[in-house]
């Protein structure tokens, strides 16, 4: 029997993106919480490549925690029709400054 008292854990939340090519995707996120101070980041990890792609973050409300994730069809141009990955990262403020990816997901490009 296992004592799961004594488990703490921090894994990120899963959100599967599922999108058009040659489209822009833009999607909304509220963290219902102030997240003054921090900063965001989201990549791409596309298949069979090591080199990330950034996507656009936009802070609408960074007081209510509300953002804006956008992946433009400029930035996936090159992409095939596939299963590729993302994550999302925020950075606490400093001093601390703790990188912590708390969404991970698969992005899924379909043909027209």
């Known amino acids: 029997m296992t004592n799961t ?3 703490v854990t921090q894994l990120p939340g899963t959100l599967n993106l599922d999108m058009v090519v040659n489209n822009d995707f ?8 102030d997240l003054t101070g921090y900063t965001f980041a ?9 080199a990330e792609i950034a996507m656009t973050v936009n802070v609408l409300d960074i007081a ?7 992946i433009t069809e400029a930035s ?3 992409l095939p029709d596939s299963i590729h990955k ?3 990262n925020w950075t606490t403020p400093a001093p601390d ?5 708390v969404l ?6 379909r043909a027209k």
Not at 26 to 33: G, L, Q, S
Not at 97 to 101: F, L
Request: hydrophobic share 50%; no cysteine.
């Open 5 to 7: 008292d004594n488990i």
């Open 26 to 33: 833009v999607f909304n996120i509220d963290w219902h919480t």
């Open 42 to 50: 989201a990549y791409i990890i596309p298949e069979n490549s090591d």
């Open 64 to 70: 209510a925690g509300t953002m804006q994730v956008v």
């Open 76 to 78: 996936i141009t090159d």
């Open 86 to 88: 993302w994550y999302f």
């Open 97 to 101: 400054s703790y990188v912590r990816t």
């Open 104 to 109: 991970v997901g698969a992005l899924v490009l």
